[in-house]
């Protein structure tokens, strides 16, 4: 019988978080290295930026909103603004080399286009832009995201417009596999009425945060407020606040010495036993335990902090080319 393993399930995410990054607005684009996936798995979760993973050697599992993709050496997955999305990487090597680009094309090509990209070089701003794009298929998008990959790695003044020559050539060449799309809002209804709300827990989970304060930054009712938010998170603003307070605390367990009640002051917890509680019920663990496992294996900022773990079993991952 062949080994069973772990993949990403096609099932709606329990949890899902927003990550919002605020891109340098003179050069908006920069590069994650990938880290190994730790036994917790990762979060679901979506940026308010274009997220550009590139395979240039290993693998990885692909959940982008409940479609699978299985990305090996050259590929490269495009990921547009606020999809939900996760990965992990089934089995890890030191050899490994994934890296992740997050960027916003339109605001870093300004200065070769002052009046905005052309329509055909806007090709992502559709939610349906998720596209793995295999090394066969596109031969000359590796050796540019590669070569973009290495002028982000060492940045400096003058590799900026070559950057941008870059990025403009690759979306250039991608804008081929999209001649017919029809340009939409990449943002989904639901999610644009409650954004303000989730911009403003990312910045104040530690502090009392009420449903009727959230609901009067989107300037809608309570209960419409609560209505969209479920629509577009899978939960409640309570649950959400209380994931993005963990999500914030295993930050902290990860990459300081801080003291585990210190921590969970921080992260918006009123008591100790409320935090271990709440913890326990999303982590599996203790805070303790999660701290010493991060321990074994690094202790610089983590790229993408566990989280939801994954449900589902399979004897083999299917070679989807």
């Given at each position: 019988?062949?080994?069973?393993?772990?993949?990403?399930?096609?099932n709606?995410?329990?949890?899902?978080?927003?990550?919002?990054?605020?891109?340098?607005?003179?050069?908006?684009?920069?590069?994650?290295?990938?880290?190994?996936?730790?036994?917790?798995?990762?979060?679901?979760?979506?940026?308010?930026?274009?997220?550009?993973?590139?395979?240039?050697?290993?693998?990885?599992?692909?959940?982008?909103?409940?479609?699978?993709?299985?990305?090996?050496d050259?590929?490269?997955?495009?990921?547009?603004?606020?999809?939900?999305?996760?990965?992990?990487?089934?089995?890890?090597?030191?050899?490994?080399?994934?890296?992740?680009?997050?960027?916003?094309?339109?605001?870093?090509?300004?200065?070769?286009?002052?009046?905005?990209?052309?329509?055909?070089?806007?090709?992502?701003?559709?939610?349906?832009?998720?596209?793995?794009?295999?090394?066969?298929?596109?031969?000359?998008?590796?050796?540019?995201?590669?070569?973009?990959?290495?002028?982000?790695?060492?940045?400096?003044?003058?590799?900026?417009?070559?950057?941008?020559?870059?990025?403009?050539?690759?979306?250039?060449?991608l804008?081929?596999?999209?001649?017919?799309?029809?340009?939409?809002?990449?943002?989904?209804?639901?999610?644009?009425?409650?954004?303000?709300?989730?911009?403003?827990?990312?910045?104040?989970?530690?502090?009392?945060?009420?449903?009727?304060?959230?609901?009067?930054?989107?300037?809608?009712?309570?209960?419409h407020?609560?209505?969209?938010?479920v629509?577009?998170?899978?939960?409640?603003?309570?649950q959400?606040?209380?994931?993005?307070?963990?999500?914030?605390?295993?930050?902290?367990?990860?990459?300081?010495?801080?003291?585990?009640?210190?921590?969970?002051?921080?992260?918006?917890?009123?008591?100790?036993s409320?935090?271990?509680?709440?913890f326990?019920?999303?982590?599996?663990?203790?805070?303790?335990?999660?701290?010493?496992?991060?321990?074994?294996?690094?202790k610089?900022?983590?790229?993408?902090?566990?989280?939801?773990?994954?449900?589902?079993?399979?004897?083999?991952?299917?070679?989807?080319r």
């Open positions: 019988m062949a080994a069973k393993r772990r993949l990403l399930s096609s709606p995410p329990k949890t899902i978080i927003y990550r919002e990054y605020h891109l340098n607005p003179d050069f908006p684009v920069f590069l994650m290295p990938a880290q190994p996936d730790s036994p917790l798995k990762l979060s679901f979760h979506f940026h308010n930026c274009i997220e550009l993973a590139y395979y240039r050697h290993g693998a990885a599992e692909c959940n982008i909103e409940g479609k699978l993709y299985f990305c090996k050259g590929d490269t997955l495009l990921i547009p603004p606020f999809c939900t999305h996760t990965s992990r990487i089934p089995t890890p090597s030191p050899d490994d080399e994934i890296y992740y680009i997050y960027m916003d094309p339109e605001r870093l090509l300004q200065p070769f286009y002052p009046y905005g990209l052309s329509s055909a070089l806007c090709w992502y701003r559709s939610h349906t832009a998720t596209s793995l794009f295999c090394a066969k298929d596109f031969p000359a998008l590796a050796p540019l995201v590669s070569r973009l990959v290495k002028e982000l790695a060492r940045p400096c003044e003058s590799s900026r417009l070559l950057v941008r020559g870059l990025v403009q050539a690759m979306l250039t060449d804008s081929r596999a999209f001649p017919a799309m029809e340009q939409t809002a990449v943002v989904p209804s639901s999610m644009e009425k409650i954004l303000p709300a989730l911009e403003f827990i990312n910045h104040s989970y530690a502090a009392e945060v009420s449903t009727d304060h959230l609901a009067s930054l989107c300037y809608i009712s309570r209960e407020f609560r209505k969209e938010f629509k577009a998170l899978h939960q409640t603003p309570s959400y606040i209380k994931a993005v307070r963990i999500q914030k605390a295993c930050g902290l367990l990860a990459e300081t010495e801080d003291s585990i009640t210190d921590i969970a002051l921080l992260s918006g917890f009123g008591s100790l409320s935090f271990y509680d709440t326990r019920a999303h982590m599996r663990t203790t805070p303790g335990n999660f701290r010493n496992s991060q321990r074994l294996y690094q610089k900022d983590l790229n993408h902090l566990p989280y939801t773990p994954f449900d589902q079993e399979i004897s083999h991952v299917p070679d989807k």
